[in-house]
């Protein structure tokens, strides 16, 4: 993780895992700690899983249209994040592009982190707050779509990158945790989720499932502009 995505440090992990650092040298506690704390992870994440749905359930539908629409139109995908969120972001280029399910359809779907040589260069000769936006530059026109992930939302390189897909009319959409940082601040993003809270790793949990969600949404989408239902 990047330190954007405010890493645990010592006093954080004990934090975390309060039985790793107690002295407690009684087995059967320890373990009856580490299965509480895991009972305890696993109730936060289904909590605020809820907690997005209900906040962004039906906003969630329109963006998939939107992204259905775009699609249907010749549009590509164009996915980016630092980090993390990198990782998240070519797992969901790879969902829409190879999906595992074999019946699921294939869509133009890219990754903005997996060409090394140009992230690279373009942080070494430029700067590393355009390696998105000189991308999408490059590679975006209008009918396309931007998918940004960031667990802060405060990151510069995004900020850009929204800002010119938003330029070149492409339809955005941005996936923040905590209070949405400064990607809640911006016009450019036509569709924003936020997921509200203080832990990185429930934020990046329920990212990964609404971004699931977003692809099943958008397949459901085309197959009701396949039959000539407009959604």
Known sequence: MTR??????????????????????????????????????V????????????????????????????????????????????????????????????????LPAFGLTNDIAVVTALSNDIGFDVVFARQIGAFGRAGDIAVGLSTSGNSANLVRAFDEAARLGMVTVGIAGYDGGKMAELDSIDHLFVVPSPSVHR?????????????????????????????
């Open 43 to 106: 109730r936060e994440i289904v909590a605020l899983r809820a907690e997005v749905l209900a906040a962004d359930g039906k906003r969630l539908f329109a963006c998939a249209q939107d992204v259905a629409r775009a699609f249907a139109g010749g549009g590509r995908l164009l996915v980016f994040g630092n980090g993390g969120s990198s990782t998240d972001a070519q797992d969901l280029a790879s969902l829409f592009l190879s999906p595992a399910a074999v019946d699921a359809r294939p």
């Open 203 to 231: 934020i990046q949990e329920a990212q990964t499932t609404l971004y699931h969600a977003l692809w099943e949404l958008t397949l459901g989408a085309l197959d009701d502009l396949a039959k000539g239902d407009q959604p």
């Open 4 to 41: 954007e995505q405010s890493p645990v440090g010592a006093d954080g992990l004990e934090a975390l895992y309060p039985f790793l650092y107690s002295g407690e040298s009684d087995l059967d506690a320890v373990l009856e700690q580490v299965r509480q704390s895991t009972v305890d992870k």
